[in-house]
Protein backbone atom coordinates (compact mmCIF):
# COMPACT_ATOMS: atom_id res chain seq x y z
CA UNK A 1 0.00 0.00 0.00
CA UNK A 2 3.11 2.19 0.32
CA UNK A 3 3.45 2.70 -3.49
CA UNK A 4 0.43 5.03 -3.64
CA UNK A 5 -1.87 2.83 -5.55
CA UNK A 6 -5.37 2.50 -5.67
CA UNK A 7 -6.96 -0.88 -4.81
CA UNK A 8 -10.65 -1.33 -3.92
CA UNK A 9 -10.15 -4.39 -3.21
CA UNK A 10 -7.61 -4.11 -0.50
CA UNK A 11 -9.20 -0.91 1.07
CA UNK A 12 -12.46 -3.44 1.50
CA UNK A 13 -10.19 -6.01 2.96
CA UNK A 14 -9.16 -3.50 5.10
CA UNK A 15 -12.63 -2.41 5.94
CA UNK A 16 -14.06 -5.59 7.38
CA UNK A 17 -10.78 -6.74 8.73
CA UNK A 18 -10.46 -3.14 11.21
CA UNK A 19 -11.46 -3.87 14.70
CA UNK A 20 -10.86 -0.66 16.24
CA UNK A 21 -12.17 2.25 15.83
CA UNK A 22 -11.61 5.15 13.27
CA UNK A 23 -9.97 8.40 14.08
CA UNK A 24 -11.97 10.50 10.96
CA UNK A 25 -14.00 8.94 8.22
CA UNK A 26 -14.59 12.14 5.89
CA UNK A 27 -17.99 11.59 3.84
CA UNK A 28 -17.05 13.41 0.03
CA UNK A 29 -14.57 12.15 -2.14
CA UNK A 30 -14.28 15.70 -4.26
CA UNK A 31 -11.16 18.12 -3.93
CA UNK A 32 -11.68 19.19 -0.13
CA UNK A 33 -13.00 15.36 1.41
CA UNK A 34 -9.14 14.52 -0.74
CA UNK A 35 -7.36 17.20 0.93
CA UNK A 36 -8.67 16.61 4.45
CA UNK A 37 -8.06 13.01 4.02
CA UNK A 38 -4.32 13.57 2.96
CA UNK A 39 -3.98 16.13 6.10
CA UNK A 40 -5.34 13.38 8.61
CA UNK A 41 -3.22 10.61 7.34
CA UNK A 42 0.09 12.24 7.20
CA UNK A 43 -0.56 13.79 10.73
CA UNK A 44 -0.79 9.64 11.74
CA UNK A 45 -4.69 9.85 12.56
CA UNK A 46 -6.43 6.51 11.32
CA UNK A 47 -8.09 7.91 8.08
CA UNK A 48 -11.04 6.49 6.06
CA UNK A 49 -12.67 8.85 3.18
CA UNK A 50 -16.04 7.57 1.67
CA UNK A 51 -17.06 8.50 -1.56
CA UNK A 52 -21.05 7.48 -2.78
CA UNK A 53 -19.30 8.01 -6.42
CA UNK A 54 -15.90 8.51 -8.42
CA UNK A 55 -13.43 10.26 -7.12
CA UNK A 56 -14.47 14.00 -8.14
CA UNK A 57 -17.34 12.69 -9.52
CA UNK A 58 -19.01 16.34 -9.25
CA UNK A 59 -18.13 20.11 -8.84
CA UNK A 60 -14.34 19.22 -8.25
CA UNK A 61 -14.02 17.72 -11.91
CA UNK A 62 -16.13 20.19 -13.83
CA UNK A 63 -13.61 23.48 -12.89
CA UNK A 64 -12.43 26.29 -15.70
CA UNK A 65 -9.07 24.42 -14.45
CA UNK A 66 -7.08 27.48 -13.25
CA UNK A 67 -5.45 27.43 -10.06
CA UNK A 68 -6.18 31.11 -9.05
CA UNK A 69 -6.56 33.39 -6.83
CA UNK A 70 -9.76 35.30 -8.38
CA UNK A 71 -9.07 38.60 -10.35
CA UNK A 72 -12.87 39.40 -10.02
CA UNK A 73 -12.66 38.67 -6.00
CA UNK A 74 -9.91 41.54 -5.55
CA UNK A 75 -12.49 43.76 -7.49
CA UNK A 76 -15.15 43.28 -5.19
CA UNK A 77 -12.77 43.64 -2.30
CA UNK A 78 -12.33 40.14 -0.91
CA UNK A 79 -8.94 41.20 -0.09
CA UNK A 80 -8.70 37.65 2.29
CA UNK A 81 -9.32 35.07 0.08
CA UNK A 82 -7.49 36.19 -2.80
CA UNK A 83 -4.62 37.07 -0.34
CA UNK A 84 -4.89 33.26 0.96
CA UNK A 85 -5.71 31.37 -2.53
CA UNK A 86 -2.74 33.41 -3.87
CA UNK A 87 -0.44 31.60 -1.23
CA UNK A 88 -2.42 28.38 -2.12
CA UNK A 89 -1.36 28.71 -5.67
CA UNK A 90 2.01 29.25 -5.36
CA UNK A 91 1.93 26.10 -2.73
CA UNK A 92 0.62 23.62 -5.29
CA UNK A 93 2.81 25.14 -8.01
CA UNK A 94 5.58 23.33 -6.09
CA UNK A 95 4.19 20.80 -4.86
CA UNK A 96 2.73 19.39 -7.86
CA UNK A 97 4.39 21.04 -10.49
CA UNK A 98 3.59 18.03 -13.23
CA UNK A 99 -0.17 19.14 -12.96
CA UNK A 100 0.30 22.59 -12.06
CA UNK A 101 1.86 25.14 -14.66
CA UNK A 102 1.90 28.52 -15.03
CA UNK A 103 -0.39 30.33 -17.80
CA UNK A 104 -0.04 33.91 -18.78
CA UNK A 105 -3.47 35.55 -19.67
CA UNK A 106 -4.41 38.59 -21.43
CA UNK A 107 -6.90 41.26 -20.41
CA UNK A 108 -7.95 43.18 -23.33
CA UNK A 109 -8.29 47.17 -23.12
CA UNK A 110 -10.48 48.77 -25.04
CA UNK A 111 -10.60 52.42 -22.83
CA UNK A 112 -7.68 53.97 -20.64
CA UNK A 113 -10.08 54.33 -17.75
CA UNK A 114 -10.36 50.27 -17.64
CA UNK A 115 -6.29 50.13 -18.58
CA UNK A 116 -5.81 52.09 -15.75
CA UNK A 117 -8.30 50.46 -12.72
CA UNK A 118 -7.01 46.62 -14.31
CA UNK A 119 -3.39 47.79 -14.42
CA UNK A 120 -3.77 48.93 -10.41
CA UNK A 121 -5.36 46.02 -9.38
CA UNK A 122 -2.97 43.40 -11.15
CA UNK A 123 -0.08 45.28 -9.28
CA UNK A 124 -2.17 44.37 -6.32
CA UNK A 125 -2.55 40.94 -7.30
CA UNK A 126 1.15 40.83 -7.42
CA UNK A 127 1.99 42.12 -4.26
CA UNK A 128 -0.40 40.08 -2.57
CA UNK A 129 1.28 36.95 -3.94
CA UNK A 130 4.44 38.02 -2.55
CA UNK A 131 7.37 35.66 -3.02
CA UNK A 132 5.20 32.92 -4.78
CA UNK A 133 4.29 35.50 -7.96
CA UNK A 134 3.77 33.98 -11.42
CA UNK A 135 5.18 36.91 -12.76
CA UNK A 136 5.00 40.24 -13.27
CA UNK A 137 2.52 41.93 -15.72
CA UNK A 138 2.50 44.13 -18.56
CA UNK A 139 1.40 46.22 -20.89
CA UNK A 140 1.06 44.66 -24.27
CA UNK A 141 0.40 47.15 -27.34
CA UNK A 142 -2.54 46.85 -29.70
CA UNK A 143 -0.48 45.27 -32.57
CA UNK A 144 0.50 42.56 -29.71
CA UNK A 145 -2.82 41.81 -29.24
CA UNK A 146 -3.66 41.30 -32.49
CA UNK A 147 -0.28 38.85 -32.74
CA UNK A 148 -0.96 37.21 -30.36
CA UNK A 149 -4.62 36.64 -30.86
CA UNK A 150 -5.06 36.81 -34.49
CA UNK A 151 -9.05 36.28 -34.03
CA UNK A 152 -9.45 39.02 -31.85
CA UNK A 153 -11.59 42.10 -32.75
CA UNK A 154 -9.63 45.48 -33.28
CA UNK A 155 -12.21 47.90 -33.86
CA UNK A 156 -11.24 50.59 -30.20
CA UNK A 157 -8.79 48.56 -29.23
CA UNK A 158 -6.48 50.14 -27.26
CA UNK A 159 -4.09 47.41 -26.12
CA UNK A 160 -3.96 44.84 -23.40
CA UNK A 161 -2.38 43.91 -19.93
CA UNK A 162 -0.88 40.67 -19.90
CA UNK A 163 -0.60 38.81 -16.07
CA UNK A 164 0.41 35.16 -14.84
CA UNK A 165 -1.77 32.85 -13.12
CA UNK A 166 -2.06 28.90 -12.66
CA UNK A 167 -3.51 26.09 -14.92
CA UNK A 168 -4.07 22.41 -14.13
CA UNK A 169 -6.32 18.99 -14.52
CA UNK A 170 -8.63 19.04 -12.19
CA UNK A 171 -10.08 15.45 -11.88
CA UNK A 172 -6.35 14.10 -12.38
CA UNK A 173 -5.31 16.23 -9.44
CA UNK A 174 -8.02 14.88 -7.60
CA UNK A 175 -6.53 11.33 -8.15
CA UNK A 176 -2.93 12.43 -7.42
CA UNK A 177 -4.62 13.57 -3.81
CA UNK A 178 -6.06 10.52 -3.44
CA UNK A 179 -2.76 8.53 -4.39
CA UNK A 180 -1.16 10.76 -1.73
CA UNK A 181 -3.59 10.04 1.00
CA UNK A 182 -2.97 6.52 0.39
CA UNK A 183 1.08 6.72 0.39
CA UNK A 184 0.51 8.21 3.65
CA UNK A 185 -1.56 5.50 5.47
CA UNK A 186 -5.16 6.89 4.47
CA UNK A 187 -7.77 4.35 2.97
CA UNK A 188 -10.56 5.74 0.50
CA UNK A 189 -13.61 3.86 -1.26
CA UNK A 190 -15.49 5.37 -3.92
CA UNK A 191 -18.80 3.81 -4.89
CA UNK A 192 -19.16 4.02 -1.08
CA UNK A 193 -23.03 5.80 -0.05
CA UNK A 194 -23.17 7.44 3.69
CA UNK A 195 -26.85 6.24 4.36
CA UNK A 196 -26.83 7.51 8.27
CA UNK A 197 -24.58 8.59 11.43
CA UNK A 198 -24.59 6.68 14.28
CA UNK A 199 -24.92 7.97 17.16
CA UNK A 200 -24.58 7.26 21.25
CA UNK A 201 -26.99 7.72 23.71
CA UNK A 202 -25.79 11.03 24.21
CA UNK A 203 -26.78 11.84 20.64
CA UNK A 204 -23.10 12.63 20.09
CA UNK A 205 -21.83 10.79 16.48
CA UNK A 206 -19.73 7.81 16.71
CA UNK A 207 -20.01 6.71 13.03
CA UNK A 208 -21.82 6.17 9.72
CA UNK A 209 -23.93 3.28 8.33
CA UNK A 210 -22.36 3.17 4.88
CA UNK A 211 -23.30 0.50 1.69
CA UNK A 212 -21.37 -0.16 -0.69
CA UNK A 213 -22.96 0.38 -4.30
CA UNK A 214 -21.12 -2.25 -5.93
CA UNK A 215 -22.09 -5.65 -3.72
CA UNK A 216 -25.38 -3.59 -1.83
CA UNK A 217 -23.70 -4.77 1.08
CA UNK A 218 -23.87 -2.17 4.46
CA UNK A 219 -21.68 -1.41 6.98
CA UNK A 220 -21.28 0.09 10.50
CA UNK A 221 -18.33 2.14 10.60
CA UNK A 222 -17.29 3.23 13.98
CA UNK A 223 -15.38 6.28 14.04
CA UNK A 224 -14.19 9.19 16.80
CA UNK A 225 -14.88 11.97 14.52
CA UNK A 226 -17.35 12.32 11.22
CA UNK A 227 -16.09 15.02 8.96
CA UNK A 228 -18.75 16.16 6.26
CA UNK A 229 -17.25 17.54 2.94
CA UNK A 230 -19.72 16.54 0.16
CA UNK A 231 -19.70 20.22 -1.40
CA UNK A 232 -22.97 21.03 -2.91
CA UNK A 233 -24.92 18.17 -0.75
CA UNK A 234 -23.38 19.41 2.58
CA UNK A 235 -27.55 20.26 3.72
CA UNK A 236 -28.01 16.70 3.22
CA UNK A 237 -25.69 15.16 5.58
CA UNK A 238 -26.17 17.94 7.74
CA UNK A 239 -30.30 17.10 7.90
CA UNK A 240 -29.44 13.54 8.63
CA UNK A 241 -28.13 14.35 11.80
CA UNK A 242 -30.40 17.18 12.77
CA UNK A 243 -33.73 17.63 10.62
CA UNK A 244 -34.19 21.20 11.68
CA UNK A 245 -30.49 22.13 10.21
CA UNK A 246 -30.88 25.20 7.94
CA UNK A 247 -30.61 25.38 4.37
CA UNK A 248 -27.10 26.66 3.94
CA UNK A 249 -25.87 26.34 0.30
CA UNK A 250 -27.33 27.74 -3.04
CA UNK A 251 -26.08 26.31 -5.37
CA UNK A 252 -24.70 28.20 -8.61
CA UNK A 253 -24.06 26.09 -11.76
CA UNK A 254 -21.00 27.00 -13.87
CA UNK A 255 -21.32 25.76 -17.86
CA UNK A 256 -18.43 25.81 -20.07
CA UNK A 257 -17.77 25.34 -23.77
CA UNK A 258 -14.91 23.37 -25.54
CA UNK A 259 -14.32 24.15 -29.10
CA UNK A 260 -11.72 23.19 -31.89
CA UNK A 261 -8.49 25.30 -31.41
CA UNK A 262 -9.16 26.49 -34.61
CA UNK A 263 -11.92 28.98 -33.10
CA UNK A 264 -8.49 30.21 -30.64
CA UNK A 265 -5.43 29.44 -32.00
CA UNK A 266 -3.37 31.24 -29.29
CA UNK A 267 -1.14 29.19 -26.58
CA UNK A 268 -2.29 32.01 -24.54
CA UNK A 269 -5.65 32.35 -22.40
CA UNK A 270 -7.62 35.42 -22.50
CA UNK A 271 -9.73 37.23 -20.05
CA UNK A 272 -13.15 38.94 -21.40
CA UNK A 273 -13.64 41.29 -18.90
CA UNK A 274 -17.26 42.57 -19.18
CA UNK A 275 -19.86 40.18 -19.94
CA UNK A 276 -23.44 40.77 -20.19
CA UNK A 277 -24.26 39.72 -16.38
CA UNK A 278 -20.92 41.68 -15.42
CA UNK A 279 -18.67 38.48 -14.71
CA UNK A 280 -15.54 37.96 -16.52
CA UNK A 281 -15.19 35.13 -19.31
CA UNK A 282 -12.54 33.04 -19.42
CA UNK A 283 -10.59 31.55 -22.72
CA UNK A 284 -8.40 28.79 -21.90
CA UNK A 285 -6.56 26.64 -24.07
CA UNK A 286 -7.29 23.01 -22.53
CA UNK A 287 -5.55 19.92 -23.99
CA UNK A 288 -4.91 21.02 -27.28
CA UNK A 289 -8.37 22.36 -27.45
CA UNK A 290 -10.18 25.88 -26.35
CA UNK A 291 -12.59 26.09 -22.77
CA UNK A 292 -14.80 29.00 -23.03
CA UNK A 293 -16.70 29.81 -19.45
CA UNK A 294 -17.63 30.06 -17.10
CA UNK A 295 -21.25 31.06 -16.62
CA UNK A 296 -22.98 32.16 -13.03
CA UNK A 297 -26.47 30.67 -12.86
CA UNK A 298 -28.70 30.21 -9.93
CA UNK A 299 -30.17 26.98 -9.18
CA UNK A 300 -32.48 25.08 -6.72
CA UNK A 301 -31.52 22.23 -6.33
CA UNK A 302 -28.15 20.00 -6.28
CA UNK A 303 -27.61 17.18 -8.25
CA UNK A 304 -24.85 14.84 -9.17
CA UNK A 305 -24.73 15.39 -13.27
CA UNK A 306 -25.99 19.44 -13.29
CA UNK A 307 -27.19 19.69 -17.46
CA UNK A 308 -26.11 22.97 -19.43
CA UNK A 309 -28.87 25.22 -19.70
CA UNK A 310 -29.77 26.67 -23.76
CA UNK A 311 -29.69 30.42 -22.15
CA UNK A 312 -26.10 29.19 -20.39
CA UNK A 313 -24.48 28.05 -23.85
CA UNK A 314 -26.29 31.09 -25.33
CA UNK A 315 -24.34 33.65 -23.09
CA UNK A 316 -21.51 32.36 -23.30
CA UNK A 317 -21.45 31.99 -27.92
CA UNK A 318 -22.66 35.81 -27.66
CA UNK A 319 -19.83 36.72 -25.42
CA UNK A 320 -17.51 35.18 -27.41
CA UNK A 321 -18.93 36.75 -30.68
CA UNK A 322 -18.53 40.34 -28.85
CA UNK A 323 -14.47 39.60 -28.52
CA UNK A 324 -13.69 37.49 -31.78
CA UNK A 325 -14.25 37.67 -35.59
CA UNK A 326 -15.27 34.12 -35.14
CA UNK A 327 -18.48 32.68 -34.96
CA UNK A 328 -19.07 29.49 -33.52
CA UNK A 329 -22.26 27.92 -33.80
CA UNK A 330 -24.00 25.41 -31.44
CA UNK A 331 -22.68 22.80 -34.06
CA UNK A 332 -19.27 23.32 -33.24
CA UNK A 333 -19.20 22.70 -29.44
CA UNK A 334 -17.16 19.87 -29.39
CA UNK A 335 -18.16 19.34 -25.73
CA UNK A 336 -20.43 21.32 -22.68
CA UNK A 337 -20.40 20.29 -19.58
CA UNK A 338 -21.70 21.84 -16.38
CA UNK A 339 -20.58 22.09 -12.42
CA UNK A 340 -22.56 23.22 -9.52
CA UNK A 341 -20.39 25.16 -7.07
CA UNK A 342 -21.55 25.16 -3.35
CA UNK A 343 -21.67 28.59 -2.56
CA UNK A 344 -22.45 29.65 1.67
CA UNK A 345 -25.64 31.94 1.79
CA UNK A 346 -25.05 34.35 3.74
CA UNK A 347 -26.87 36.01 6.70
CA UNK A 348 -28.54 38.53 4.72
CA UNK A 349 -29.35 36.47 1.39
CA UNK A 350 -32.81 37.86 0.99
CA UNK A 351 -30.65 40.94 -0.67
CA UNK A 352 -28.47 38.87 -3.13
CA UNK A 353 -29.94 38.84 -6.31
CA UNK A 354 -27.57 37.00 -7.96
CA UNK A 355 -25.09 34.00 -7.04
CA UNK A 356 -22.26 35.82 -8.72
CA UNK A 357 -22.45 38.24 -5.71
CA UNK A 358 -21.99 35.53 -2.73
CA UNK A 359 -18.21 34.85 -1.67
CA UNK A 360 -16.23 31.94 -2.43
CA UNK A 361 -15.13 31.81 1.17
CA UNK A 362 -15.32 28.83 2.92
CA UNK A 363 -17.02 27.94 6.45
CA UNK A 364 -16.44 25.60 8.97
CA UNK A 365 -19.44 24.19 11.34
CA UNK A 366 -19.66 22.24 14.52
CA UNK A 367 -23.07 20.73 15.05
CA UNK A 368 -24.26 20.05 18.71
CA UNK A 369 -23.62 16.62 17.77
CA UNK A 370 -20.62 16.88 16.69
CA UNK A 371 -20.33 16.57 13.23
CA UNK A 372 -18.23 18.96 11.24
CA UNK A 373 -19.30 20.05 7.86
CA UNK A 374 -16.67 22.17 5.55
CA UNK A 375 -19.13 24.15 3.41
CA UNK A 376 -18.14 26.89 0.55
CA UNK A 377 -14.37 27.60 -0.64
CA UNK A 378 -12.66 26.34 -4.19
CA UNK A 379 -10.32 24.45 -5.84
CA UNK A 380 -7.22 26.62 -5.40
CA UNK A 381 -8.03 26.61 -1.46
CA UNK A 382 -8.18 23.15 -0.70
CA UNK A 383 -5.26 22.72 0.78
CA UNK A 384 -5.84 25.28 3.49
CA UNK A 385 -9.76 24.50 3.92
CA UNK A 386 -8.25 20.57 5.14
CA UNK A 387 -5.48 22.50 7.43
CA UNK A 388 -8.64 24.24 9.54
CA UNK A 389 -10.61 21.39 9.23
CA UNK A 390 -8.58 18.60 10.73
CA UNK A 391 -7.09 21.49 13.28
CA UNK A 392 -10.99 21.44 14.19
CA UNK A 393 -11.45 17.78 14.37
CA UNK A 394 -8.10 17.33 16.91
CA UNK A 395 -9.71 19.92 18.93
CA UNK A 396 -13.10 18.02 19.15
CA UNK A 397 -12.15 14.51 19.34
CA UNK A 398 -9.40 15.44 21.83
CA UNK A 399 -6.59 13.80 19.98
CA UNK A 400 -2.77 13.83 20.11
CA UNK A 401 -2.13 17.06 18.61
CA UNK A 402 0.18 16.52 15.70
CA UNK A 403 0.59 19.88 13.05
CA UNK A 404 -0.14 19.42 9.35
CA UNK A 405 3.16 19.17 6.94
CA UNK A 406 1.02 19.86 3.80
CA UNK A 407 2.62 22.99 2.84
CA UNK A 408 5.52 20.95 1.66
CA UNK A 409 4.48 17.91 1.01
CA UNK A 410 4.89 16.62 -2.31
CA UNK A 411 2.04 15.60 -4.10
CA UNK A 412 1.99 12.01 -5.66
CA UNK A 413 3.51 11.80 -8.88
CA UNK A 414 5.69 15.27 -8.53
CA UNK A 415 8.81 13.46 -7.94
CA UNK A 416 9.52 11.68 -11.29
CA UNK A 417 12.71 11.07 -12.64
CA UNK A 418 11.43 11.23 -16.04
CA UNK A 419 11.62 14.61 -17.55
CA UNK A 420 9.16 14.34 -20.54
CA UNK A 421 7.66 17.71 -21.57
CA UNK A 422 4.84 15.43 -23.27
CA UNK A 423 1.79 17.07 -21.29
CA UNK A 424 -0.24 14.07 -21.69
CA UNK A 425 2.78 11.45 -19.83
CA UNK A 426 4.04 14.16 -17.57
CA UNK A 427 0.25 13.86 -15.99
CA UNK A 428 1.06 10.13 -14.46
CA UNK A 429 4.15 11.15 -13.19
CA UNK A 430 6.56 8.52 -11.86
CA UNK A 431 3.33 6.00 -12.96
CA UNK A 432 4.51 6.76 -16.50
CA UNK A 433 7.20 4.13 -15.82
CA UNK A 434 4.60 1.14 -14.75
CA UNK A 435 2.93 2.50 -18.01
CA UNK A 436 5.28 1.64 -20.09
CA UNK A 437 6.51 -1.54 -18.32
CA UNK A 438 3.02 -3.29 -19.53
CA UNK A 439 3.66 -1.89 -23.08
CA UNK A 440 6.86 -3.18 -23.15
CA UNK A 441 5.66 -6.57 -22.12
CA UNK A 442 2.69 -6.30 -24.46
CA UNK A 443 3.23 -4.04 -27.67
CA UNK A 444 -0.20 -4.26 -28.24
CA UNK A 445 -1.34 -2.62 -25.29
CA UNK A 446 0.36 0.48 -26.95
CA UNK A 447 -2.16 0.83 -29.53
CA UNK A 448 -4.05 3.79 -29.94
CA UNK A 449 -7.60 3.71 -28.84
CA UNK A 450 -8.68 6.97 -30.90
CA UNK A 451 -7.42 7.03 -34.71
CA UNK A 452 -6.73 10.75 -35.64
CA UNK A 453 -6.93 12.53 -33.10
CA UNK A 454 -4.65 15.08 -30.90
CA UNK A 455 -5.58 13.36 -28.15
CA UNK A 456 -3.82 10.19 -28.11
CA UNK A 457 -4.37 7.47 -25.77
CA UNK A 458 -3.45 3.77 -25.06
CA UNK A 459 -4.99 0.48 -24.25
CA UNK A 460 -2.15 0.29 -21.83
CA UNK A 461 -3.47 3.85 -19.95
CA UNK A 462 -7.12 1.98 -19.20
CA UNK A 463 -5.37 -1.38 -17.75
CA UNK A 464 -3.39 1.17 -15.47
CA UNK A 465 -6.86 3.11 -14.38
CA UNK A 466 -8.54 0.22 -13.60
CA UNK A 467 -5.89 -1.95 -11.65
CA UNK A 468 -4.36 1.01 -9.81
CA UNK A 469 -6.48 4.34 -10.06
CA UNK A 470 -10.18 2.77 -9.07
CA UNK A 471 -11.79 3.51 -12.16
CA UNK A 472 -14.75 1.18 -12.25
CA UNK A 473 -17.32 2.28 -14.77
CA UNK A 474 -16.77 3.67 -18.52
CA UNK A 475 -17.20 6.81 -17.20
CA UNK A 476 -14.16 7.28 -14.62
CA UNK A 477 -11.90 6.67 -17.66
CA UNK A 478 -13.30 8.92 -20.41
CA UNK A 479 -14.69 11.49 -17.86
CA UNK A 480 -11.85 11.92 -15.01
CA UNK A 481 -8.89 9.76 -16.20
CA UNK A 482 -8.48 10.89 -19.96
CA UNK A 483 -11.19 13.49 -19.77
CA UNK A 484 -12.12 12.92 -23.48
CA UNK A 485 -16.23 13.21 -22.60
CA UNK A 486 -15.37 16.70 -20.90
CA UNK A 487 -13.36 17.50 -24.75
CA UNK A 488 -15.37 15.88 -27.28
CA UNK A 489 -18.12 14.05 -26.86
CA UNK A 490 -18.81 12.47 -30.13
CA UNK A 491 -15.69 10.74 -30.01
CA UNK A 492 -15.75 9.38 -26.02
CA UNK A 493 -19.05 7.77 -27.18
CA UNK A 494 -16.83 6.00 -30.41
CA UNK A 495 -14.44 4.32 -28.12
CA UNK A 496 -16.70 3.45 -25.47
CA UNK A 497 -16.77 -0.15 -26.57
CA UNK A 498 -13.15 -0.66 -26.03
CA UNK A 499 -12.82 1.03 -23.02
CA UNK A 500 -15.74 -1.17 -22.09
CA UNK A 501 -14.17 -4.38 -23.47
CA UNK A 502 -10.72 -3.91 -21.54
CA UNK A 503 -12.24 -2.61 -18.33
CA UNK A 504 -14.81 -6.01 -18.37
CA UNK A 505 -11.68 -8.58 -18.83
CA UNK A 506 -9.43 -6.11 -15.97
CA UNK A 507 -12.89 -6.52 -13.62
CA UNK A 508 -13.97 -10.01 -14.93
CA UNK A 509 -17.37 -8.83 -15.82
CA UNK A 510 -19.63 -10.55 -18.36
CA UNK A 511 -21.21 -9.04 -21.66
CA UNK A 512 -24.35 -7.86 -20.09
CA UNK A 513 -21.89 -5.49 -18.00
CA UNK A 514 -20.27 -4.10 -20.64
CA UNK A 515 -23.54 -3.40 -23.21
CA UNK A 516 -24.81 -2.13 -19.77
CA UNK A 517 -22.13 0.32 -19.67
CA UNK A 518 -21.78 1.25 -22.94
CA UNK A 519 -25.71 2.07 -23.09
CA UNK A 520 -25.74 3.98 -19.68
CA UNK A 521 -22.66 6.04 -21.07
CA UNK A 522 -24.09 6.94 -24.59
CA UNK A 523 -26.99 8.62 -22.66
CA UNK A 524 -24.75 10.54 -20.31
CA UNK A 525 -22.90 11.53 -22.98
CA UNK A 526 -25.85 12.73 -24.65
CA UNK A 527 -25.90 15.92 -22.69
CA UNK A 528 -22.32 16.59 -22.83
CA UNK A 529 -22.65 16.71 -27.08
CA UNK A 530 -24.34 19.85 -28.53
CA UNK A 531 -26.68 19.97 -30.47
CA UNK A 532 -28.35 17.47 -28.50
CA UNK A 533 -30.32 14.78 -30.98
Request: net charge positive; with cysteine.
Amino acid sequence: MMKGFLNRDRFLNILENVENVWDIVIIGGGATGLGIALDSASRGYKTLLLEQSDFSKGTSSRSTKLVHGGIRYLAQGNIKLVYEALQERGLLLKNAPHLVKKKKFVIPIFSWRMAFLYWSGLKIYEWLAGTLSFGKSRFLSKNEIIHNFPGIKSNKLKGGILYYDGQFDDARLAINLAQTCVKNGGVLLNYFQVKNLIKKEDNKISGVIACDIETKKEYNIYSKIVINATGIFSDIISKMDDSTWPTLIKPSQGTHIILNKSFFSSSDAIVIPKTTDGRVLFCVPWYDHVLVGTTDTCLEKSVLEPKPLEEEIDFILQNFKKYFIFNPKKSDILSVFSGLRPLVLPKNSSSITKTKDISRSHKLMISASGLISIIGGKWTTYRKMAEETVNKAIEIGKFNKMPSITKNLKIYGSYSSYENKNFRWKKYGEDEYYIRKLIEENPLLGEPLISNCSYYSTKAEVIWMVRNEMARTIEDVLARRFRLLFLNAKKAVEIAPKIAKLMAKELSRDEKWEKSQITSFKELAMQYHYPQT
